[in-house]
């Protein structure tokens, strides 16, 4: 486990990263982002109840999603020096997109 300074800095790294990511592929993609205290969101335009939401964890640092009814708990990959999620190895954007893409039902939604 990574401690609780590299994993604020990795982890405010890793969000900051994702939004800037989901800021500019939001025009196209139907859903907006939003970041409040350190929680990062994504609002979806035809579905109010739906909300994907990114928090860090710091106690057992790992970066919590929810989304899709589910929790994805992603922990520090030092090799690929990512967050990833343990049960299929995708990285926070990655894992990211394919929620949004099953979310909107569009395969086209990419983040850059």
């Known amino acids: 486990m990574i401690d609780e300074t590299t994993f604020r800095h990795e982890s405010d790294n890793a ?14 993609g139907g859903f907006e982002t939003e970041e409040k205290n350190g929680v990062l969101n994504i609002l979806f335009e035809d579905d109010d109840s739906a909300r994907f939401v990114f928090s860090p964890n710091t106690p057992v640092r790992q970066v919590w999603i929810s989304a899709h009814s589910t929790s994805f708990k992603l922990e520090w990959n ?16 990655t894992l990211t997109e394919r929620l949004l893409r099953e979310q909107l039902d569009d395969d086209s939604i990419t983040l850059s």
Do not use: V
Request: glycine residues 4%; proline residues 3%.
């Open 15 to 28: 969000l900051e990263s994702l939004k800037q990511s989901l800021i500019r592929s939001e025009e196209a």
């Open 78 to 93: 030092e090799s690929q020096h990512a967050f990833t999620l343990p049960k299929t190895g995708e990285d926070l954007r």
